[in-house]
């Protein structure tokens, strides 16, 4: 899958550096300082210009999305992998869709010091999002009772434009158009990015030893204390882990999230509920009151069907009586898809877990599904021929597919 290039430069010792927008964790080649890459919401990028130094350029606005859609329908699951992106402003004439160029060429972080006029979107991610999902559903002929996106990447992109007797592209330097009606109107009411990329020492907040992690790695850990830090808010929080500890040598730890939420609509929130909501084949237990129900979901990217198998398996088996806190040993897989976006994806895992099927009809629309807390568990899983498979759940991923993933 192609992911945007960014031009950058080491904020230490100023040395170019070459970035992909999925890197997280930052190494500079030069000074060997590594640092951990935040943003105030989501990274904002631009496109190069090729105008003249003396034509004031007017960046445009464009949501980008690249990921999977997932549906739940009465028959099932659905997905759909898309990479789009979206004029985010209202604006005439300006072109609805920059198509391919973004991935072709190198971007740069937007900053606020930046030179020129920053329209800002009329609308938000979520309505352009949404508006998207919309027409897709429509297009399936069925409609779908819930809808999610399983994001690998979303910002937003700014592209060049000024005004002469024509409205010009400034990526080619070559007229498009008609100046759109209130352009320049817009262009004088409009000012610099906000936002912008930051850069955290990737040090422990709690000892000062360097975290360890790989560059798409969200979930950084310290071999010194054993913590676990991931960025938010433009700073690093710290990650509650958990491990089940296999005797096997060789495994392999995968991550996934643990999220406790409030469920309204449905009663779901012990183990002795889900057995009823799910229809499982079993009889409830002494004890399975006690049992706090969470959801499981897959902390790194794969693609959408085995997401989704790996999470519907997981949230109910419900094997976090397993745990025992603490990180896993060295071998483990990174842990590159965060919380935050797993959780967009709980309702269509709920749908799936929901048996007969015939009642999500009746039952979907009036659950909402809210997150309160997310925990890191690793588990062990041994690795076979073609695939690496659980030894307490017996759930499988094919070796080639979990590779695979790194590029999604």
Known sequence: MTVLRIDHQCPQCGAPAALEETDRL?????CRVRSVLTAQDYFRYVLPAKAPASRELVYAPYWRFRGFLLFSRAGGEDYKYIDVNQLG??????????????QAMKLKFAAPDMEGRFLPPSRSFTETFAAFQQRFIRGMGSGALASAHLGDAMGLLYSPFYAASRLVDAVLDKPIGAVPSGFETAAAAAGRPDGGVGFLPALCPDCGWDLEGE????VLGCGNCGSSWAAAAGALARVDCDCLTGDEQGLLYLPFWQTACDIAGIELTTYADLVQAANLPQVVQPGFESRSFRFWTPAFKIRAPVYLRLAKGLSLTQPQGLLSPGRPPRRHYPATLPADDAAETLKVIFAGMIKPAQRLVEILPAVTIRPLSHRLAYLPFREDRHDFIQPHTRMAINKNLLALSRSL
Do not use: K
């Open 26 to 30: 930052f190494a500079c080649p030069f």
């Open 89 to 102: 402003a209202d604006m005439g004439t300006l072109p609805p869709s920059l198509g391919l160029r973004a």
């Open 215 to 218: 560059r798409d790695e969200r």
